[in-house]
């Protein structure tokens, strides 16, 4: 799903033209807070948006309902920096794919994990890289499933305090995040490999 946007500029006789290119993933991994943080941190990520998607209902809210949708983050990225194997080969460092509860302290449909792809060659990538993390674990059952994209609603309005939580409340995101047990998981099933 690439995205090139063209800016024409005038400059005397000449005219030049810039290529600026991007594209998103669609990822859940159980408190969008932490997805956030997490693939912030990546050279080529230019921006990480907090929200809801892969359910029916339309314009779901975190407070309301949001009954069918994943917790979710919307990335985007310069594909000429990361690549999206490199993006999912990061996503799974920073999940537990045997959990079919939940993520974590956060158990519920909404909390669950999930690839969601936008295209046949997205889901080529998305299954080759299941498919190493189920050849690493050959004793466990990887639950994390690879699913087409559906509309991403992002956090809005009155929640949007959910966006850049982590930068804008560090104290609370910190203690939420060593409460819920995230990075001791994350250090048991990868060991040195887990981002933290």
């Not at 359910?55 to 949001?66: A, D």
């Not at 537990?96 to 969601?116: H, T, V, W």
């Not at 910190?174 to 819920?180: A, E, G, L, P, T």
Request: aromatic share 16%.
């Amino acid at each position: 799903m690439m995205r090139k946007c063209f800016l024409y500029v005038l400059a005397g006789m000449s005219f030049y033209a810039f290529n600026a290119v991007a594209d998103k993933a669609t990822l859940a991994g159980g408190c969008f807070w932490c997805m956030e943080s997490d693939f912030e941190k990546l050279e080529g990520v230019t921006d990480v948006i907090s929200g809801f998607t892969g359910g029916t209902l339309k314009n779901p809210t975190y407070q309301g309902n949001h009954a069918g949708h994943y917790e979710a983050v919307e990335i985007t990225y310069d594909p000429e920096k990361i690549s999206y194997r490199e993006l999912l080969e990061y996503y799974w460092l920073n999940i537990d794919p045997f959990d079919a509860r939940g993520q974590f302290c956060d158990k519920g449909p909404s909390y669950l994990s999930a690839i969601f792809v936008a295209n046949e060659n997205e889901k080529k990538i998305a299954e080759e890289t299941k498919r190493k993390v189920v050849e690493q674990f050959p004793d466990k059952k990887v639950v994390t499933p690879v699913l087409m994209a559906s509309t991403f609603y992002p956090i809005k309005g009155e929640e949007s305090y959910h966006q850049d939580y982590y930068k804008t409340n560090p104290v609370r995101y910190k203690f939420y995040r060593w409460n819920c047990g995230r990075d001791q998981r994350l250090k048991d099933i990868w060991g040195d490999k887990a981002t933290h």
